[in-house]
């Protein structure tokens, strides 16, 4: 008896991919992987921050740079480091609460400055998407 010959779109339905027993693992290292950048952006945030901080004789913008100062160093000192912390022992629900919390430092520091942007607010943004990757647990 002969088979039936099947068109390439047929064959790659039939083939499966597997899913690796470390899909967890890989999520966890991507995430992971991203959010060492993002504690780095948060430091040179908050280096440029002081620098703007420092420069700065208007009271108004004195008090916005210190806010996010404030909520960048919570980020940087807190938030991200609990948020790999939680993500390395597996405790997503933690890990996601942190990067949320993390992500609120960034926007914020930005929402001081509405309907402008921040002297932050690349910097800024780069930060919250990398942290925003562990939702996706």
Partial sequence: MRGTVKSPSEAAFESKPSISNDSYTDVKDLAHSALEPAL?????????IGELFKKTTDLVLYKFYGTCSDENQGAMT??????ISA????????S??????AATSADTCEQQFLPNKSPMADK??????ARTLTFLF
């Fill in 78 to 83: 807190r938030h991200l480091p609990r948020t």
């Fill in 124 to 129: 800024n943004k780069k930060c919250s998407h």
């Fill in 87 to 94: 993500l390395e022992s597996n405790n997503y629900e933690t």
């Fill in 96 to 101: 996601k609460q942190e990067a949320g919390s």
């Fill in 40 to 48: 780095a952006k948060a430091n040179q945030a908050l280096v440029h």
